[in-house]
């Protein structure tokens, strides 16, 4: 408990705190220089524990019962009384303090009849006409307190609102970054169960009919679940993880048909070391298997492109399009799509393009 206070009050922002109240005396006493050295050094300690304390009371009273609080006019208006009222105050105390040297002075500087002038003798610092005119600068003192009193309480208030700020900016981000992740979770929930779905129903038909291709197609399908269970958990993982669970698709569904499927998947990966977000591009190969009627349809083809460097990332699809998907528009406005796009967004806000066409019937999506 005891490290915890020493560490509380030795913090960065005290510390700093410290520095400026300590440049502030600093060059009050420079200042005054003018004066006795003794002289100087007591008016700026007047000053300084005035300016603390004045401090200290807007931040620990007229900052969190007043302003905090939105009370604009009577955080003035008690404001403006206070550093009035502290203004007379210690000013009052530096007069008096002023007084007390310069009697003292007077004092110092009478001679009696006794007494023998040298002539190396120092005169008295304060002479008969300068002690008139340090008496008849009393309002000059006032006006000198009240800029150095209204100086510190504008500092307190631009301070609270900053801090305030800041702290408002923390939320946020932090509501941010939360919305963003339980977005991306709930997207990553849809696309998981959905692709499951699909691969335990071609699993079924697999082994009911007793197919050659089964135990391989348990296999691959064993591959993917691990990429999802561990893989999807990241939020990046590297882009050839990526490619392997894709093959790992293509063959699971090559595993589901008795006819060879035309599919083509060209990559070229210039570093191991590129980073993707997971699952990002399986819904659009996923797609063209729904919509392309490859396994279903003569001449029914997929063609992939994925071109990569360290710094961009280039992924292309073609496919053709089955006469009786057309009508319905699902691969367009789809769930997947939409969702993939959506994540995207969050992944990569403003730093990708993605372009979909179709013309006679083949489909075209570039990613870049």
């Known amino acids: 408990m005891e490290n915890r206070r020493v560490e509380f009050f030795w913090n960065r922002e005290s510390v700093v705190e410290i520095l400026i109240w300590v440049a502030v005396f600093l060059l009050l006493t420079v200042s005054s220089f003018p004066l006795d050295f003794y002289l100087s ?21 007229t900052i ?31 007069e008096r303090i002023l007084y007390y040297f310069i009697e003292n ?17 120092k005169k008295p610092f304060f002479e008969e006409e300068s002690i ?28 609270f609102y900053r801090r305030r700020s800041l702290a408002a900016e923390q939320v946020r981000n932090s509501l941010l970054q939360e919305k963003m992740q339980m977005e991306l979770n709930f997207l990553r929930s849809q696309i998981n169960p959905h692709f499951l779905f699909n691969a335990m129903n071609n699993l079924y038909s697999l082994v009911y009919m007793k197919d050659k291709n089964a135990t391989d197609a348990i296999l691959s399908l064993s591959e993917m679940l691990r990429y999802v269970t561990n ?21 699971f569904h090559r595993f589901s048909f008795e006819n060879p499927l035309n ?47 360290q710094n961009q990332l280039h992924f292309y699809i073609e ?32 730093r990708y393009v993605l372009s979909v066409n179709e013309l006679n019937n083949i489909y075209q999506l570039d990613l870049v």
């Open 105 to 121: 002075s007077r004092v110092a500087s009478e001679v009696s009849l006794l007494d023998i002038s040298l002539p190396e003798e």
């Open 263 to 309: 599919i083509t998947f060209e990559k070229q990966v210039g570093s191991e070391s590129i980073m993707i977000a997971p699952m990002l591009l399986q819904p659009f190969l996923e797609n063209s298997f729904k919509y392309s009627g490859v396994g279903r349809v003569d001449d029914a083809f997929i063609f992939l492109s994925l071109n990569a460097t």
């Open 319 to 350: 496919n053709t399009v089955c006469e009786k998907f057309r009508a319905k528009k699902e691969f367009s406005n789809g769930v997947g799509l939409q969702n993939v796009k959506h994540r995207l967004q969050l992944c990569y806000p403003n």
């Open 132 to 159: 008139e005119a340090l008496l008849g600068n009393s309002q000059t003192t006032k006006w000198k307190i009240l800029i150095l009193f209204l100086g510190v309480t504008l500092v307190n208030f631009l301070s």
């Open 64 to 94: 969190p019962f007043f302003l905090s609080k939105e009370r604009f006019f009577w955080t003035v208006l008690f404001t403006v009384a206070i550093i009035v009222l502290m203004t007379f105050v210690f000013s009052f105390l530096e």
């Open 231 to 251: 893989c999807s958990k990241n939020k990046e993982i590297s882009l050839e993880k990526e490619i392997v669970y894709l093959e790992n698709y293509i063959d």
């Open 41 to 61: 050094f007591s008016l700026s300690i007047v000053l300084l524990i005035g300016m603390v304390l004045l401090s200290l009371f807007n931040r620990k009273v």
